[in-house]
């Protein structure tokens, strides 16, 4: 049985360099000719991205490690590493390889204390480098926090790079505006998921009214704070006010138990917790009778 070297699992395999390599620059016909195969260079940048290791830990294999910082640099002036990509999101959606339902999220990397060492004029060079290089400090230390909308099969829509201390909240809008895959025939790129699924920490209400102005479906659950918060507002806040009686003393605990199972029902959820919330502990009577009376009550 033919097997691989587990160090080489990650490499391109030869379909997956048989899509990429019509996307890449052609070699020029003059000059001199490689002395490195591309593939092998590719596979290079590609396993110091995955691995996270310095340029100069890249195994020889393949290649000098130089020459794929080189290759590296060098395309993402050019911006070759951007339209490839923008390609690639093209071929999987006109393959039906995207949901369009996306997630979205956020991770904070550590940062060396070297790492703010970047060229004067790289924001220049590069295109959308920012001047802060996404660095910043937070509670955490020296990092960057990378948002990311991802496809429900795994696809990588859009990221966007931020300090450490940036929120996650404020940076949903802007990752989303950064979707954009082109048709593969004439039309527009499509910009906008079907819906948006995210965590508590995007719960928001200009998050919600960008949402629902675009026609975007989203799942967000609301944190305990803001329901607790518009609740306590009343008709102001947002949603109309429980129409739920409060439960009464009186009455068999059956009964009782009927109508609040009732109420439940025919109200909407934020309606259930109100119940229990506006429920007032019971206060006895002035008179020192009513309050015998109470007490002997079967």
């Excluded at 339209?83 to 940062?111: I, N």
């Excluded at 806040?237 to 109420?263: D, F, H, L, V």
Aim: charged residues 25%.
């Amino acid at each position: 049985m033919p097997t691989i070297d587990a160090a080489v699992r990650h490499d391109l395999t030869d379909a997956q360099w048989a899509l990429l390599e019509p996307l890449l620059p052609v070699s020029a016909r003059r000059g001199r000719p490689r002395r490195w195969p591309l593939r092998g260079l590719v596979d290079g940048i590609r396993h110091r991205v995955r691995v996270g290791c310095p340029w100069r830990d890249v195994p020889d294999r393949y290649g000098p490690w130089w020459r794929v910082y080189a290759l590296f640099a060098c395309w993402q002036v050019l911006g070759v590493w951007d339209r490839a990509e923008a390609a690639l999101h093209a071929c999987a959606d006109a393959s039906g390889k995207l949901s369009w339902q996306v997630s979205v999220d956020s991770t904070t990397s550590r940062a060396h204390v070297h790492a703010a060492g970047a060229r004067r004029d790289s924001v220049d060079r590069v295109a959308g480098e920012p001047d802060h290089h996404a660095l910043g400090r937070s509670r955490g230390g020296w990092g960057t926090k990378t948002h990311a909308a991802v496809d429900q099969r795994r696809g990588v829509l859009s990221f966007l790079l931020t300090p450490g201390q940036d929120g996650d909240s404020p940076q949903l809008v802007p990752v989303l505006e950064k979707i954009r895959v082109r048709r593969v025939g004439p039309g527009r790129p499509r910009r906008r998921p079907d819906r948006v699924l995210a965590d508590k920490a995007y719960s928001s209400k200009a998050n919600r009214a960008w949402l629902r102005a675009h026609r975007i479906a989203a799942t967000i659950p609301v944190p305990a704070d803001q329901v607790g918060h518009r609740r306590r507002r009343g008709s102001a806040g947002g949603r109309p006010r429980p129409s739920t009686p409060t439960p009464t003393r009186t009455g068999t605990p059956s009964s009782a138990a009927s109508t609040t199972s009732n109420t439940t029902a025919a109200s909407p959820p934020a309606t259930t917790s109100s119940l229990s919330a506006s429920r007032q502990p019971f206060t006895s009577p002035a008179s020192t009778t009513g309050s015998s009376d109470f007490r002997n009550r079967p």
